[in-house]
């Protein structure tokens, strides 16, 4: 596989506070990941040093074969290194056609082509084919802000996609959806980014989640990795169990299983 990022002895830190210390992580091209910790474990500050919302203090962000420290990050999203937010990044009073509308214009247009018009019958065409990727469609001329929260998540990572991403770094995508929705957005998200053959990383705390849509692990604690390994071992892990998931549930289940013996 192709190595899609590199991130060595990466380190942050806030004059005497450590918010990330020695981070060493390798991503292969297609590889979904799921990063897990509990909040404060440096998760977002990793996700941020990455896309270039936060200098990292030293350490090396090599992205396809190119140093990314100190580019901005609209530099970043361009080279096809993109993220999401746990709130969507949305125009709330523009329908949602217009908001992909806008991305895609902003994303293929520069310099004196940002005078050409927006709307135009190719680019509407394009846009309604990434409505239909992301089974947003039947809302297509519906307000943002009257959206349900599990489709404007799906807008904004379809905002997100237009570039057509070689990475994609998502923050708690499930964040704020219902558990009836869960499972169904995240086969919408998951097979739309199979498509378009998107290597993803996601931040989440819903174990079902990342059990079912993972197949590597990274585990954060007070700003290292405790963990990097595939989805069972992982959840098997003793720092992860007792840092993340928490002993509690597992002495539970333990004790649950003694007694059924």
Same mark, same amino acid.
């Given at each position: ?39 404060? #474990?440096?998760? !977002? ?10 200098? @990292? &203090? %030293? +350490?090396?962000? =090599? ?94 990572? #379809?905002?997100? !996609? ?10 708690? @995508? &499930? %964040? +704020?959806?219902? =558990? ?82």
């Amino acid at each position: 596989m192709t190595n899609v990022l590199q991130v060595t002895d990466l380190h942050k830190s806030f004059g005497g506070v450590v918010a990330a210390d020695n981070i060493n992580i390798s991503v292969d091209e297609q590889e979904i990941i799921g990063i897990i910790g509990a909040n404060g #474990a440096g998760k !977002t500050t990793f996700v941020n040093m990455v896309t270039g919302y936060m200098p @990292p &203090t %030293s +350490g090396a962000i =090599v992205f396809k074969g190119q140093s990314i420290i100190g580019l901005q990050p609209r530099d970043i999203t361009k080279l096809g290194l993109t993220r999401t937010f746990q709130i969507p990044q949305v125009f709330l009073s523009e329908s949602v056609f217009d908001n992909l509308t806008l991305a895609y214009g902003i994303a293929e247009q520069s310099g004196i082509d940002l005078f050409k018009p927006l709307h135009t019958e190719k680019r509407a065409a394009t846009v309604d084919a990434h409505l239909e990727r992301y089974q947003i469609k039947e809302y297509r001329d519906m307000a943002a802000s009257a959206l349900p929260q599990g489709v404007r998540k799906l807008l904004d990572i #379809a905002m997100a !996609t237009v570039r057509r991403p070689s990475l994609l770094m998502l923050d708690e @995508p &499930t %964040s +704020g959806i219902s =558990v009836e929705e869960k499972f169904n957005i995240m086969d919408i998200i998951m097979n739309a980014l199979k498509v378009e053959n998107t290597t993803v990383l996601f931040i989440e705390h819903d174990m079902e989640i990342v059990e079912r849509y993972v197949s590597r692990v990274i585990a954060f604690y007070q700003g290292e990795v405790i963990c990097d390994a595939d989805t069972a071992t992982a959840m098997q892990n003793p720092k992860v169990r007792e840092f993340v998931l928490g002993q509690d549930k597992y002495n539970a289940e333990a004790s649950g299983n003694n007694g059924h013996a």
